[in-house]
Each structure stands twice: as structure tokens, then as C-alpha cells.
């Protein structure tokens, strides 16, 4: 099972999310852009951020299953990104940002980070072969961090996502251990229009 590990890039660190960060994630959480695109609570209460950073997280890194990672800029917590539903070689990354650090390209930094990691071979990562993101159909934000990272077109589900009890149509792609690192050009014009809250 893969211990918790610190990843740093040039500007962004990332560690697992400690009891002092749950003030600022019960906090963040309450956005409604986060709310809109995730399958955080909503309402987003104090508890649930709680339970997230005791249980979740930890359960999630010993069971080998989830690898989640604090997004800190500048020491300041302004994200969350981790590699999910880890069986079979292969784990989905997911993600959120608070709003003020936006259009910056952290989560982008971020998300290289934890690519690398993913596929790097054990014991230094999971050594994953194939990787895959998922978004609601909308959430141009998240397409564009996906198509920077590389990852690969694959298409829309008709309600392939659930949240909160309801089905929705999805965006899908994937990148491979071996596939470039480099932003994807196979995208179509709609995952470029963020759907409005």
C-alpha cells in the first residue's frame, strides 16, 4: 500500500491535508463552483470536512485506494487533487480549486505532480499504466487542466456521473504511462465554454 508522500513542484506543494487545514476546507467547499462540478456535500458544513480529513483520507492512502493531496501555494491551502478508485493498474484524478486561485496555473502544476507520481514505478509511485478523468458536461475548467496534463479525448457518457442522488452526462478521457505529456489537441470546441452555475 503506498505510504502518504509530499510532492513538490516550483511553486505548489502537495501533502496530505492535516486537522489544522479543516477550517479552510469547510470553508472552500462552501464555493458554489465547487459544489456545482463536485460530489462534495452541499451544503458543505464544518462536519464534513471533519470526517474528510480523519477518515477519508487516511482510509483512503492505507486502503491503497485514494492518494489525496492538500494543493498549497505559498504554504496557503487553495486546493484539493488526488488518483481515486486505484484497482487494476489504472486511477481516476479529480480535483478543485478555491476561487482566488484560479486561472493561475496551479492546479495545472499540481496535476503534473501527481501524474508523474502516479506513473512513476513502485516504490517511488503506484506505477499505473493508464489514468482517466472525468468531469460533468460543463466543466470547462477541469477540461482545461486535463487537456494541458495530456490526457486524451474520449468522449461524452449520457448520465455516466452521480451526484447527489441524480445522474448527469459526462466528459471522459485518459492518458497512458506512455502517451506525451503535452496539452491533447484532439478536444472539441464545447469542452473549451464553461456552462454557467
Known sequence: MPHPVELRGDRVVLSTPTEADIDRIAEVCSDPAIARWTTVPAPYLHRHAVGFVTKVVPDGWAS????????RD???LVGMISIGDIHGHQGEIGYWLAPEARGRGVMSEAA????DYGFAPAPQGLA???MVWRALVGNAASAAVARRAGFRWEGIVPQGAEQRGERFDEWRGSMGRDDPRQPAGD???????QAPL
Not at 491503497?64 to 494543493?71: E, I, N, Q
Not at 478536444?187 to 473549451?192: I, M, T
Open 64 to 71: 491503497g485506494r485514494v492518494c489525496t493531496w492538500a494543493v
Open 74 to 76: 505559498d504554504a496557503a
Open 128 to 130: 499505473l499504466q493508464r
Open 112 to 115: 503534473r505532480l501527481v501524474i
Open 187 to 193: 478536444w472539441p470546441d464545447v469542452s473549451f465554454v
